[in-house]
């Protein structure tokens, strides 16, 4: 009766165990709910849903690069960002993002210089004191990389810009939903109608150059 015993607590156990491991008696497929992977699927699944960010302004920067007298180029950056950005990872055609730059905070380490870009030759910051972005759409290129199209405003000018999107990432940190990503693009100055320095027979290789490269790097904090 013992060994009975013994071998009905065995079969016992076997069923408990391929139960767990999913599996009837019959090959039969059972569904056990394992609630803390739940839980994990479910902060995965919120952290993707679409979220408003707000610019960072301390880890967040726009960086340029122009051709000097056509033998180097010259960089710089604006110091002063501000916007939100409507991010829908699971959806990135859905995204949306409105960025403005303070034109002053102009800063290519010499306050001269600096001066002369922020009056009216260059920036006209008195008159235009805002840089902005607005997107108008967003598509997946390949893996990770976005193509960014939208209206770029400066210098009481509008122009349509497409921009590289990629490194886009979320995470929460120390309790914040944090995201960020990096654009890239260009633009020719003398569409803004900034030409000072500009050699129309030879735009890039005059004094200063009509391209302007740029890199956005953008830190936001969900509302």
């Known amino acids: 009766m013992k060994y009975k015993a013994s071998i009905i607590t065995s079969a016992a156990a076997l069923i408990a165990l391929t139960g ?12 056990a709910v394992d609630e803390s992977t739940q839980r994990v699927e479910s902060t995965s699944e919120s952290a ?5 960010y707000e610019v960072d302004p301390t880890h967040s920067g726009v960086f340029f690069k ?20 409507e991010l829908d990872k699971l959806h990135m055609d859905r995204s949306s993002m409105n960025i403005t730059v303070q034109t002053k905070s102009v800063d290519t380490g010499n306050r001269t210089r600096d001066g002369h870009i922020r009056g009216a030759d260059f920036f006209n910051t008195r008159q235009y004191p805002e840089a902005n ?7 997946e290129k390949s893996d990770g990389v976005y193509t960014l199209s939208g209206d770029f405003t400066m210098h009481g000018k ?6 590289e999107l990629f ?23 003398s569409e803004f109608d900034i030409t000072k320095h500009l050699d129309v027979k030879d735009p890039e290789g005059g004094s200063l150059g009509d391209t302007v490269e740029l890199i956005v790097t953008v830190e936001g904090v969900a509302k």
């Open 48 to 52: 993707l849903r679409s979220k408003t």
């Open 133 to 139: 972005f607005v997107s108008t759409s967003i598509e």
């Open 66 to 85: 122009i051709r000097h007298r056509g033998v180097t180029n010259f960089y710089g950056r604006y110091n002063e960002i501000a916007g939100t950005i």
């Open 158 to 163: 509008t122009v349509p810009i497409t921009a």
């Open 20 to 31: 767990l491991a999913g599996f009837g008696l019959r090959g039969e497929t059972v569904y």
């Open 167 to 189: 490194d886009v990432a979320t995470m929460n940190a120390n309790g914040m939903d944090l995201m960020g990503f990096e654009a890239r693009f260009s633009i020719k100055r």
